[in-house]
């Protein structure tokens, strides 16, 4: 599985952005498509989360209410919908898929298999 993450950019505090991650290969309904994203001097931190075959999406409480992932089956794409951004969402989003996983475990980085290569967003005030 490859995975292609795209649509970062520059925007002013209180914009909008959209990311995608395409993924190639094998992508079963059983895996789930995370977002994570990563701050200069900080630990990569856990976004979003939705499995492919359908249910709701899950998210991190920094940005609930602000952001919607949502996946297109027939293009193997997810999408991050970005609303309201903060100056502190500044960081490289990475999108990572994975297989086994259950809704506690979402979070967790060393669930998922597979890792796209980044977007840079950047917030300004």
């Known amino acids: 599985v490859q995975l292609q993450a795209s649509g970062g950019g520059l925007v002013q505090a209180g914009g909008s952005l959209r990311l995608s991650c395409v993924a190639s290969?094998?992508?079963?309904?059983?895996?789930?498509m995370g977002w994570f994203r990563q701050a200069p001097g900080k630990e990569r931190e856990f976004v979003a989360a939705?499995?492919?075959?359908?249910?709701?999406?899950y998210y991190a409480d920094s940005v609930k209410g602000r952001f919607t992932l949502s996946r297109d089956n027939a293009k193997s794409t997810v999408y991050l919908q970005m609303s309201s951004l903060k100056p502190e969402d500044t960081a490289v989003y990475y999108c990572a898929s994975g297989v086994g996983l259950i809704q506690s475990t979402y979070g967790s980085l060393r669930e998922y298999d597979y890792w796209g290569q980044g977007t840079q967003v950047t917030v300004s005030s």
């Open positions: 290969g094998r992508t079963p309904g059983s895996w789930v």
């Open positions: 939705i499995r492919w075959s359908g249910g709701s999406a």
